[in-house]
């Protein structure tokens, strides 16, 4: 059973979501800093009864309805603190429960949104097609509100139990971060393909095996570093940092937006995205990585759009050979098919950040990670089947932590290794070129760690 200060840390956090403020407004608002409430909502302090008065007078409740819990103080805010009274539950992420319809004001079907192409699927308009139309109902409010909305629905229906929140949002989360993505395609410019026919190179070769695609995933270090390590010749310090988010910062990135067409030849048209087969050249680099990541074979190979963007970007630099463009599957492309969504994740990742809110954190985390890991082929997601898109937005974010890399490299670090999504062995003053910290722009240090000496 939790107890009374763990709750109140609680309540605190769920109407800081209900009237949208975050720590230093609070702060402010009772006479505090914002690390001072930083510190008693992380249990580092504790909250004395004048600051719950104050807190009580400032959301304009009783401060025994303040101490009653989360779902008691949030069902006692006066409308009045609420920003967005009465649209809240107008577009809510949780799925579709059997509730009445009666109450939306809006009927899904008879909307009155742009005409959409019929949907790929198309039976003579059979209603087992519809899923698709409400999907397309536009939000109330913000983005962020869904996701704020969310998260204070699981905690009241969990009675304050955080753990219990956190794991029904994480289960919920597919078809959370679905209903966000179609909520953020309304009024788009582009309608894109959901279930456009798969192209063979996208298709698995067994049922358990993978496609055609080599992604980039990077699994490099410096051959000449370690072999001088281990003979003795060099000692150096090496920080392993570790890139935040990096599949959210990966979903802005050319996306294709209809079935992919084939084409043959060595051209390349900025303006459309997909895979390519491509003799990827020769790279003439050895202090740093190739975007090809951890590929030792030779030959041409399939790659997709931002892997080969970067080739070709590495080759105006001199760092490699030309890539060779022999066939590709390719559609017109938008950066911004999934911009709105991915800003509505970070303002939430950002704000639960703020507030020490780990329900929040691992609920967008979970969001966007299973967002990228089931738009492929996968039954835990039946709204969208582009594993186009799933190979793209991986090699993204490998064509970041590339860039990374190479920015290390010219500031005059030593990059000393390079692997997974997101972790880059630097040698070097890398808080001159590197902000810390954990936003999405901002790298976090995992470990330090002697190359040499004693290894």
Same mark, same amino acid.
């Given at each position: 059973?939790?107890s ?7 309540t605190?956090?769920? /109407? ?9 407004d609070?702060a ?9 409430l930083s ?7 504790s909250?004395?009864?004048t ?15 303040l ?9 006692c805010?006066?409308?009045a ?9 107008a577009?809510?992420l949780?799925?579709?429960?059997p509730?009445?319809?009666a109450p939306?004001?809006?009927?899904p ?13 198309a039976p003579?308009?059979?209603?087992s097609?519809?899923p698709h ?5 536009a ?6 509100d ?8 699981a ?5 304050g ?6 794991a029904?949002?994480i289960k ?14 309304v ?21 358990k ?19 001088a ?6 000692t150096?310090d090496?920080?392993a940092?570790?890139m935040?988010a990096?599949?959210l910062a990966?979903?802005?990135?050319w ?8 084409s ?5 048209d900025p ?11 020769e790279?003439?680099?050895?202090d740093?990585?190739s ?5 030792q ?9 931002p892997?080969l963007?970067a080739?070709i ?6 760092l490699?050979?030309?890539p ?7 559609s ?9 969504m ?6 939430i990742r950002?704000?639960?950040i703020?507030?020490?809110d ?5 609920y ?18 039946r709204e969208?089947?582009r ?5 793209i ?5 490998f064509?970041?932590l590339?860039?990374k ?7 005059g670090?030593?990059v ?9 062995h630097?040698?070097g ?8 910290g954990?936003? /999405? ?15």
């Open positions: 059973m939790m009374t200060e763990e709750t109140l840390r609680l605190v956090a769920a /109407l800081m979501q209900l009237t949208r403020e975050r720590q230093p609070v402010a608002a009772i006479g505090l800093t914002q690390p001072q510190r008693r909502q992380s249990g580092k302090a909250w004395t009864l600051d719950c008065d104050r807190l009580a007078a400032h959301w304009g409740l009783p401060t025994l309805d101490l009653a819990g989360p779902t008691h103080a949030a069902g805010l006066p409308a603190r609420r920003p967005t009274v009465g649209t809240q539950t577009m809510p949780a799925p579709p429960a509730t009445p319809p939306r004001r809006a009927a079907t008879t909307t009155p949104a742009p005409a959409e192409a019929a949907p790929a699927p003579a308009a059979a209603p097609s519809a139309t409400p999907r397309r109902t939000p109330a409010g913000p983005l962020p869904l996701i704020r909305d969310r998260v204070i629905a905690l009241t229906e969990a009675g139990d955080a753990d219990a929140a956190q029904a949002l919920s989360a597919v078809p959370d971060v679905m209903r966000l993505f179609a909520a953020s395609r009024g788009g410019r582009y309608e894109h393909s959901e279930f456009p026919p798969t192209a063979d190179i996208l298709q698995k070769r067994s049922q095996g993978s496609d055609a695609i080599w992604e980039g995933r990077p699994k490099w270090r410096s051959a000449d570093l370690h072999r390590a281990r003979a003795g010749h060099i150096m090496v920080t940092l570790d935040n990096a599949y990966a979903l802005k990135t996306l294709p937006i209809g079935k992919l067409v084939h043959e030849g060595d051209h390349h303006k459309r995205s997909g895979v390519h087969l491509v003799d990827p050249g790279w003439t680099t050895p740093l990585p975007p090809l990541g951890s590929r074979e030779p030959g041409p190979l399939w790659i997709t759009e892997t963007r080739l970007r590495c080759a105006k630099m001199d490699c050979t030309p060779k463009i022999m066939e590709s599957w390719t017109g492309a938008s950066e911004g098919l999934l911009e709105k991915r800003r509505a994740l970070v303002t950002d704000e639960a703020a507030n020490n780990e329900v929040t954190t691992e967008v985390k979970s969001m966007y990670s299973k967002f990228v890991s089931t738009i492929g082929e996968s039954a835990a997601n969208i089947r594993p186009d898109w799933m190979h937005i991986r090699s993204q974010a064509v970041n590339w860039l890399a190479h920015k290390a490299h010219e500031a670090l030593t000393v290794q390079m692997s997974g999504t997101d972790e880059l630097v040698s003053n890398w808080q001159e070129v590197f902000p810390e954990r936003g /999405l722009s901002q790298v976090k240090a995992k470990s330090i760690y002697t190359l040499g000496g004693n290894e």
